[in-house]
């Protein structure tokens, strides 16, 4: 094994949650007066966390968003993640691979660590995640583009920044594994190759991961 501790983000790597998440943000900035499109979320705020759409609507608008934006939000994304979220295809080939060759993993996400817990328990992917593993930008200062939380998760996970890969497929995840002196392998899903730059390599489906940490 290449890394002594692999890293996944969250949404659009380990649950099928950008379609989801991205569609009800732009309808829910539309309904309070930001209009703003699916492709415009994606754009503008996958990978990210919430205080950045606080940030760029309040830049853009020089309005705020009501203090309770985040609580409807959320409400509204753990009701449609009940109804309609999956696991990404193959990914639970790829942690049951980690785990039968002994591999450290963990994950590091933009999303509440509430978020995180409603995702992994509808797709059933928390018995692969207990607390030990999970980390959230709640836990930092500064969520991605800044390095601080993949740095943080290898400080808690114990290993050092240069031994770790991270598993992203948003622009802003890629420049924060970079900044964070990580390799980064960029999942293309969802997201064209040409705005991850900084990747080490690129990867299409999770059938090719398991190729790419060995």
Same mark, same amino acid.
């Given at each position: @094994?290449?890394?002594?501790?692999?890293?996944?983000?969250?949404?659009? *790597?380990? *649950?099928?949650?950008?379609?989801?998440?991205?569609?009800?943000?732009?309808?829910?900035?539309?309904?309070?007066?930001?209009?703003?499109?699916?492709?415009?979320s994606l754009r503008?705020?996958?990978?990210?966390?919430?205080?950045?759409?606080?940030?760029?609507?309040?830049?853009?608008?020089?309005?705020?968003?009501?203090?309770?934006?985040?609580?409807?939000?959320?409400?509204?994304?753990?009701?449609?993640?009940?109804?309609?979220?999956?696991? *990404? *295809?193959?990914?639970?080939?790829?942690?049951?691979?980690?785990?039968?060759?002994?591999?450290?993993?963990?994950?590091?996400?933009? &999303?509440?660590?509430?978020?995180?817990?409603?995702?992994?328990?509808?797709?059933?992917?928390?018995?692969?995640?207990? !607390?030990?593993?999970?980390f959230s930008a709640?836990?930092? &200062?500064? &969520?991605?583009?800044?390095?601080?939380?993949?740095?943080?998760?290898?400080?808690?996970?114990?290993?050092?920044?240069?031994?770790?890969?991270?598993?992203?497929?948003?622009?802003?995840?890629?420049?924060?594994?970079?900044?964070?002196? @990580?390799?980064?392998?960029?999942?293309?899903? @969802?997201?064209? !190759?040409?705005?991850?730059?900084?990747?080490?390599?690129?990867? &299409?489906?999770?059938?090719?991961?398991?190729?790419?940490?060995?």
């Amino acid at each position: @094994m290449r890394y002594d501790l692999v890293i996944f983000d969250n949404d659009g *790597v380990l *649950v099928d949650s950008e379609a989801i998440s991205n569609t009800l943000l732009a309808a829910y900035l539309t309904e309070l007066g930001h209009p703003t499109s699916y492709e415009d979320s994606l754009r503008d705020y996958m990978g990210s966390a919430m205080h950045r759409v606080h940030d760029l609507v309040e830049e853009r608008s020089g309005r705020r968003l009501p203090d309770d934006f985040d609580d409807v939000f959320h409400s509204r994304v753990f009701a449609a993640f009940e109804r309609e979220l999956q696991p *990404v *295809v193959g990914v639970v080939d790829v942690l049951e691979k980690l785990v039968a060759d002994g591999v450290p993993y963990c994950v590091a996400s933009s &999303g509440s660590h509430e978020r995180i817990r409603v995702g992994h328990r509808t797709t059933g992917l928390d018995r692969w995640f207990d !607390a030990e593993r999970v980390f959230s930008a709640q836990d930092v &200062g500064r &969520g991605k583009p800044a390095p601080d939380l993949f740095l943080h998760a290898a400080e808690r996970m114990g290993v050092a920044a240069d031994r770790c890969v991270v598993v992203e497929d948003s622009p802003l995840g890629v420049r924060a594994a970079v900044a964070a002196g @990580m390799e980064v392998l960029g999942f293309t899903a @969802m997201t064209p !190759a040409e705005r991850l730059v900084g990747a080490t390599q690129l990867f &299409g489906s999770m059938c090719e991961l398991a190729d790419l940490l060995v």
